[in-house]
Structures are given as structure tokens and as C-alpha cells.
Nanobody, 125 residues
Framework: QVQLVESGGGLVQAGGSLRLSCVAS????????MGWFRQAPGKEREFVSA???????LYGDSVKGRFTISTDNAKITVYLQMNSLKPEDTAVYFC???????????????????WGQGTQVTVTL
């Protein structure tokens, strides 16, 4: 089993920035992938970004150019730097983990096996 703990959510004004973190622990392997999804009230879960241990990347169209994903392989931690935040970025952000490598992300939740509890991000005008 793998446990994921997210942090860094909060309340920010439009145009501001937040940095989310997610630490994986438990039965992890050296080849892995991590990602972020989000879900706003009344909407389906949406892909935000993903990164593999060896640098494969994918961003959702709505966050390209504003969000940056990175990883610390030594700590099995993924970060999501969110800049130029908009009210429509308001959602619960979920960390996701895959305990094996992936050649190419699809943007689907099916790419991942484990999920965090989520952290709330609220962007106000």
C-alpha cells in the first residue's frame, strides 16, 4: 500500500500563487509516476498535471503556462506550483500515484493506482 499526504492548499486572490506538495510513503518503488487532479463542486474530476520519475510530463490544457509540476525523487514528493490563479481553478486538488513507470500519460485517472485525500484550493476575485 501507498499513502499520499497533500499540503499547501488554501485561500488566495486571483492572480496569486500557491504551491501544493504531496509526499508518498509505504510500499513505493524507484520507478513511479505522480500527478494532480482536481474536482470542483458539481463537476467531474479533471486532470491537471503528471510527472514520472524520469521526467515524462503532461499538463491539462486549462493550466498550461500557469502551473508547473516537479518531483523530488529522493523524497518521493511531487510539487505543483500554481501561478496566475483564476477563480475557475477553485477545486479540491487530489494527488495521485502510480507504482510503476509509464511511457506516456493519457490524462486519465486510470493512469494511477493510489489517491490522496485532497486539499482545497479557493481562488477569490
Amino acid at each position: 500500500q501507498v499513502q499520499l499526504v497533500e499540503s499547501g492548499g488554501g485561500l488566495v486572490q486571483a492572480g496569486g500563487s500557491l504551491r501544493l506538495s504531496c509526499v508518498a510513503s509505504g510500499r513505493t518503488f524507484s520507478s513511479y509516476a505522480m500527478g494532480w487532479f482536481r474536482q470542483a463542486p458539481g463537476k467531474e474530476r479533471e486532470f491537471v498535471s503528471a510527472i514520472s520519475w524520469n521526467g515524462a510530463l503532461l499538463y491539462g490544457d486549462s493550466v498550461k503556462g500557469r502551473f508547473t509540476i516537479s518531483t523530488d525523487n529522493a523524497k518521493i514528493t511531487v510539487y505543483l506550483q500554481m501561478n496566475s490563479l483564476k477563480p475557475e481553478d477553485t477545486a479540491v486538488y487530489f494527488c495521485a500515484f502510480r507504482n510503476r513507470n509509464i511511457r506516456k500519460f493519457t490524462g486519465s485517472a486510470l493512469d494511477f493506482d493510489y489517491w490522496g485525500q485532497g486539499t482545497q484550493v479557493t481562488v477569490t476575485l
